[in-house]
């Protein structure tokens, strides 16, 4: 593209490093800016026109890509695993690592990677924060039972986080002393409050005008509740960029990674290269799953009678993603096709 700049950005929580050139190659510009709207809207100001940049997928990405995408002819995200050349150079720093991607960019060898709309990233940043609030509510509720049993105190493990049976237990039971009374009473209201907190985000994402005819759709598969619907939804985005259910079942991570060389092959039960919430969300719903749904219950059974529940579990997993595709790439509800049962001739 003649007339066109190219722009390697090393992206950090305080700074990024920026690399310019022009389609030969020439450096136009270089250097490093404090990470923050003010400064990268006066860098802008001095860049050539037109441009095009490139960066690295970090956490710190989402916000430089939605502030430089109205200004940019072409904005891309690199896949942090796939820019090997930057991580096994000799020398690395910041200024080699802007510049790198800048070539990356400009020989059109750059791994790019997905990026979902802002609108989608920002209720993904909503249900993972449920996940984070999930995660802390299990941890006290762990604390509040490992209270008991430090003190040696009886109780019903089955019942132990009902309201009533909790009230009963800190006032009928002599064990329990004044401290560890004020302890347990602030574990029990730190987990009401964390239910409350996740059940209110949950309701505001399936009420969500964007995503609610979607999470509708894939609720009418047997199996499929509101969490595992959201999650589908909102962390794979657009379904179409997935050309097989193959592609869609590695990027949830519910196949293994192999590594050949010569006659030695090498394979792991599930890939490290994965979105790790949707592996965690739907491996739950797979245990779950053949109670509801009588298909999945007959290929559980099938795979679990050659000795492996784990991969027996994966494979029903397998099968809820292909369900999950058909509904949302079709863009209607979930049926049941009946075999005709033909009579012979």
Known sequence: MQGMYYIGLDVHKRTISYCVKDVTGKIFCEGKMPATRLDVDRWMKTLPQPWTAAMEATVFTGWIYDYLRPHAAALKVAHPLMLRAIAAAKKKNDRIDASKICDCLRCDFLPECYMASTAIR???????????????????????AVLLMEAGVSYNKQRLHKAGYFRELLAT????????????????????????????????LEGDS???????????????????????????????????????????????????????VQRTPLSKQRNKHLQTTLIEAAK??????????????????????????????????????????????????????QPAA
């Open 122 to 144: 920002e209720r993904r940043r909503t249900l993972r924060y449920r996940n984070l609030l999930v995660r802390q509510m299990v941890q006290m509720k762990n604390k509040l």
């Open 288 to 341: 779950m799953a053949p109670r509801y749904n009588p298909e999945l219950a007959m290929l559980y059974d099938k795979e679990r009678k050659k000795g492996n529940a784990n991969r027996a579990t994966l494979a029903v997993a397998r099968k809820l993603v292909a369900y999950l595709m058909a509904v949302d790439r079709g863009q209607r509800n979930f049926q049941v096709l009946q075999a005709a049962h």
């Open 173 to 204: 039971n002599p064990d329990i002393d004044e401290g560890l009374c004020s302890l347990l009473r602030l574990c029990r209201e730190t987990v009401v409050r964390l239910q409350r907190t996740e059940s209110a985000l949950v309701r505001s």
């Open 210 to 264: 964007l995503l609610n005819d979607r999470v509708e759709r894939l609720m009418t598969i047997p199996a499929v509740g509101p969490i595992t619907a959201l999650t589908w939804a909102l962390e794979v985005g657009d379904v179409k960029r997935f050309s097989s259910i193959k592609k869609a079942i590695s990027y949830c991570g519910l196949c293994g990674s192999e590594k050949s060389s010569a006659n030695t």
